[in-house]
């Protein structure tokens, strides 16, 4: 008998930790998109190292990242709107399927040598487009493949899983690729089309990988949800959204804060293959082991929140996290060991995945349903919109300052970011207070003249 507790004490916690896949939706949807993700990191992987080898410029790393995301700071508050005033699923699915068509045409262009800087550009300005609709409406359809609600924090915890699993998975086997089947061309060194059969054979998993999340959300059977009213004019949605999410001071504070991490910090990515090649002295190899890195750490980071009952309490999460991060990336910047960069990077992978997965559960968790696509527009704006203003900002600094400077200023940012945010927890708390009354996730209290609760006690505070 004394043999079986460990096991089934394990499977207790394994059953707490994934009680989101119960829901027989989210279940296809966890493998369906996880597959589908593989693709797309092994893609993210050998477009950086193929724009990196063809024009050895770092200031053209960070304009491929920005090409990828500036729509998203423009056309994703539109998209928020048509995310509430449409099916959703349906949606998602038109946006898989566009940016696998995308996927093979990348791939074509680059196994028949034609693939130049300015393809790149294009399609990646194209993909940007695409993502604009499909991540606020697929951060929005979580709630939709739930028949329980208590389940929402634990699937988006295992949404960051999914998505840092394959952040795992893809970059190792891109690089792999990249250096057992990839050809380089003499062209490469002037900047001109070159063979690349190992990043386009990436880009070509990446298009079949869609396949499998497309084919789960044909097989989902979702229950009709309540919409904005399409006949009223999308300025006045929009208009709705974007004074209900800034009008409400808790919201506002989680977005700036992410928006802050997003511009001034997470673009670190875009400088590792600088790191990577110049700084440790490695190869594509090294660059799937450092991506391989930080997603471990996020992976961790995603398993501890899953472990998590409840959002109240995340406000502190969030601070200490992105203190974590930006004293992880100032040592990041200075070490000259593969090993040790590894290491840190994990911690920064950690962080990162705590930082934003706390900020999407704390705002899907005191949202209106009814607006919910939109303020999800405004939190992908927040997380990726700005990022490509960070892309450019990195590659710029790093063309003067060096690679290593700019990931330290990077990371004291982060450290700033933080300390602004932990000074203003107590009174967003009270602020968000009566909204978890109302929704019953705590219990009431009596309020003061100014509105809000006279005295919550810090455990029954949203922060």
Same mark, same amino acid.
């Given at each position: 008998?004394?043999?079986?507790?460990?096991?089934?004490?394990?499977?207790?916690?394994?059953?707490?930790?994934?009680?989101?896949?119960?829901?027989?939706?989210?279940?296809?949807?966890?493998?369906?998109?996880?597959?589908?993700?593989?693709?797309?990191?092994?893609?993210?992987?050998?477009?950086?190292?193929?724009?990196?080898?063809?024009?050895?410029?770092?200031?053209?790393?960070?304009?491929?990242?920005?090409?990828?995301?500036?729509?998203?700071?423009?056309?994703?508050?539109?998209?928020?709107?048509?995310?509430?005033?449409?099916?959703?699923?349906?949606?998602?699915?038109?946006?898989?399927?566009?940016?696998?068509?995308?996927?093979?045409?990348?791939?074509?262009?680059?196994?028949?040598?034609?693939?130049?800087?300015?393809?790149?550009?294009?399609?990646?300005?194209?993909?940007?487009?695409?993502?604009?609709?499909?991540?606020?409406?697929?951060?929005?359809?979580?709630?939709?493949?739930?028949?329980?609600?208590?389940?929402?924090?634990?699937?988006?915890?295992?949404?960051?899983?999914?998505?840092?699993?394959?952040?795992?998975?893809?970059?190792?086997?891109?690089?792999?690729?990249?250096?057992?089947?990839?050809?380089?061309?003499?062209?490469?060194?002037?900047?001109?089309?070159?063979?690349?059969?190992?990043?386009?054979?990436?880009?070509?998993?990446?298009?079949?990988?869609?396949?499998?999340?497309?084919?789960?959300?044909?097989?989902?059977?979702?229950?009709?949800?309540?919409?904005?009213?399409?006949?009223?004019?999308?300025?006045?949605?929009?208009?709705?959204?974007?004074?209900?999410?800034?009008?409400?001071?808790?919201?506002?504070?989680?977005?700036?804060?992410?928006?802050?991490?997003?511009?001034?910090?997470?673009?670190?990515?875009?400088?590792?293959?600088?790191?990577?090649?110049?700084?440790?002295?490695?190869?594509?190899?090294?660059?799937?082991?450092?991506? =391989?890195?930080? @997603?471990?750490?996020? %992976? &961790?980071? !995603?398993?501890?929140? +899953?472990? *998590?009952?409840?959002?109240? $309490?995340?406000?502190?999460?969030?601070?200490?996290?992105?203190?974590?991060?930006?004293?992880?990336?100032?040592?990041?910047?200075?070490?000259?060991?593969?090993?040790?960069?590894?290491?840190?990077?994990?911690?920064?992978?950690?962080?990162?995945?705590?930082?934003?997965?706390?900020?999407?559960?704390?705002?899907?968790?005191?949202?209106?349903?009814?607006?919910?696509?939109?303020?999800?527009?405004?939190?992908?704006?927040?997380?990726?919109?700005?990022?490509?203003?960070?892309?450019?900002?990195?590659?710029?600094?790093?063309?003067?300052?060096?690679?290593?400077?700019?990931? =330290?200023?990077? @990371?004291?940012?982060? %450290? &700033?970011? !933080?300390?602004?945010? +932990?000074? *203003?927890?107590?009174?967003? $708390?009270?602020?968000?207070?009566?909204?978890?009354?109302?929704?019953?996730?705590?219990?009431?209290?009596?309020?003061?003249?100014?509105?809000?609760?006279?005295?919550?006690?810090?455990?029954?505070?949203?922060?």
């Amino acid at each position: 008998m004394r043999s079986l507790l460990p096991r089934t004490s394990w499977l207790a916690g394994l059953r707490v930790l994934t009680r989101a896949l119960r829901h027989r939706n989210y279940r296809l949807f966890f493998f369906g998109q996880g597959t589908s993700l593989i693709g797309t990191w092994m893609q993210r992987v050998a477009l950086g190292w193929l724009v990196y080898r063809m024009t050895g410029s770092q200031w053209l790393l960070g304009l491929v990242g920005f090409s990828s995301q500036i729509l998203t700071f423009v056309v994703t508050p539109f998209a928020g709107v048509i995310a509430d005033r449409t099916n959703r699923r349906y949606l998602i699915i038109v946006t898989q399927a566009t940016a696998m068509l995308l996927a093979f045409l990348l791939a074509a262009l680059t196994l028949t040598g034609s693939l130049a800087v300015w393809h790149i550009l294009v399609l990646s300005t194209c993909l940007g487009l695409v993502n604009s609709f499909d991540i606020p409406t697929r951060q929005s359809f979580v709630v939709e493949m739930l028949e329980a609600r208590e389940d929402l924090p634990n699937a988006i915890a295992l949404n960051s899983f999914m998505v840092n699993g394959a952040r795992l998975i893809g970059p190792s086997v891109a690089g792999i690729m990249i250096a057992a089947i990839g050809g380089t061309s003499s062209a490469a060194e002037k900047g001109a089309p070159v063979h690349a059969f190992g990043e386009g054979v990436c880009f070509l998993v990446n298009g079949v990988s869609f396949i499998a999340v497309i084919a789960s959300l044909l097989a989902m059977k979702v229950k009709h949800q309540e919409r904005a009213p399409k006949g009223s004019p999308i300025l006045q949605n929009l208009y709705e959204g974007l004074a209900y999410s800034l009008g409400f001071e808790p919201i506002r504070a989680i977005l700036l804060q992410l928006a802050l991490i997003s511009l001034l910090t997470m673009p670190y990515g875009v400088l590792m293959p600088v790191f990577a090649k110049d700084i440790l002295g490695g190869g594509p190899k090294a660059l799937g082991f450092l991506t =391989a890195a930080a @997603g471990v750490g996020a %992976i &961790m980071g !995603a398993v501890t929140l +899953a472990y *998590r009952e409840s959002a109240r $309490g995340l406000g502190k999460v969030i601070a200490m996290a992105a203190m974590l991060l930006g004293t992880a990336l100032i040592a990041f910047a200075f070490s000259r060991s593969i090993w040790l960069s590894a290491a840190l990077l994990a911690i920064v992978g950690f962080g990162s995945m705590i930082q934003m997965a706390s900020c999407n559960t704390l705002i899907q968790t005191i949202v209106d349903d009814d607006k919910r696509g939109r303020v999800m527009s405004l939190y992908t704006m927040a997380f990726m919109g700005v990022a490509p203003f960070g892309s450019l900002l990195a590659g710029a600094l790093a063309g003067g300052l060096g690679a290593p400077w700019t990931v =330290a200023i990077s @990371g004291g940012s982060s %450290i &700033m970011a !933080a300390a602004i945010f +932990a000074s *203003r927890l107590r009174r967003l $708390g009270r602020l968000a207070h009566p909204v978890y009354v109302r929704k019953g996730l705590v219990a009431g209290s009596e309020a003061t003249g100014d509105g809000l609760p006279a005295e919550a006690p810090s455990e029954e505070m949203i922060l």
